[in-house]
């Protein structure tokens, strides 16, 4: 069993549409990051949260840390936004990550 | 840009050669994570190294080992390589501090091929 699981694995949205990703964890954590991956292997940090919610652009993550749920919103998507979002949880010496979320957005 | 390097870019070996792969991390980011990514799937933690020692492991074998120095930079060594090392490696810095609060700057990564 992972540690991590995201849903869905794939995602196809037309540019405009409104984009959920969702991370379950069954560890505890310090905090819980979400990234993406361009093709190529690049990987930015896009949020990293401990409670509650945050908000960049676009992009909003929200964590509910007693049901140990994530989940990264797109709001307006473009197709610039397709890569692969990977939710990472991180303790004090431990990472754990999911196996990421392709997104492709379609024009 | 996130201010992590790493060396080099591609790599090809053979089965049981040794490997040597470097990252330069932010200067003050004392805790350097090492992650291995094979293709279509999400990386996973090998070790992570603070003010040089080693704290923290995932479920990877002995002859996966690194080195962190004081100069912000870092090396992670593979011996006897196996087909199934194939991936791509990325060091991920952060910092000030050792706790998992801290924002990661992942560096382009590593892509070792194994024949």
């Known amino acids: 069993k992972n540690e991590v699981e995201q849903s869905p694995q794939n995602l196809t949205a037309q540019e405009g549409e409104f984009i959920t990703i969702n991370c379950s964890y069954s560890?505890?954590?310090?905090?819980l990051h979400w990234l993406q991956q361009h093709p190529g292997g690049g990987i930015v940090s896009l949020f990293m949260?401990?409670?509650g919610k945050k908000k960049h652009g676009r992009l909003i993550a929200t964590i509910n840390i007693q049901e140990k749920h994530s989940s990264l919103h797109i709001t307006a998507s473009h197709p610039r936004d397709s890569a692969v979002y990977i939710c990472?949880?991180?303790?004090?010496?431990?990472?754990?990550f999911g196996s990421g979320t392709k997104l492709n957005v379609k024009p | 840009e996130t201010g992590v390097t790493q060396s080099p870019t591609h790599l090809i070996k053979t089965r049981g050669q040794q490997v040597t792969l470097r990252c330069s991390s932010q200067?003050?980011?004392?805790?350097v994570s090492w992650y291995q990514q094979a293709l279509g799937q999400g990386p996973q933690f090998i070790f992570q190294?603070?003010?040089?020692?080693?704290?923290g492991r995932g479920n990877f074998p002995p002859r996966f080992s690194g080195l962190q120095f004081p100069n912000y930079s870092s090396e992670l060594n593979v011996n006897a390589l196996e087909l199934d090392d194939s991936a791509l490696y990325l060091c991920?810095?952060?910092?000030?501090?050792?706790?998992?609060?801290?924002?990661?700057?992942f560096g382009p990564g590593t892509r070792l091929t194994v024949l």
């Open positions: 991920a810095s952060r910092g000030p501090g050792q706790g998992a609060y801290n924002e990661q700057f």
């Open positions: 560890v505890g954590i310090s905090a």
């Open positions: 949260l401990s409670s």
């Open positions: 990472a949880v991180g303790n004090f010496n431990k990472f754990y």
């Open positions: 200067s003050g980011h004392n805790t």
């Open positions: 190294y603070y003010r040089e020692e080693e704290n």
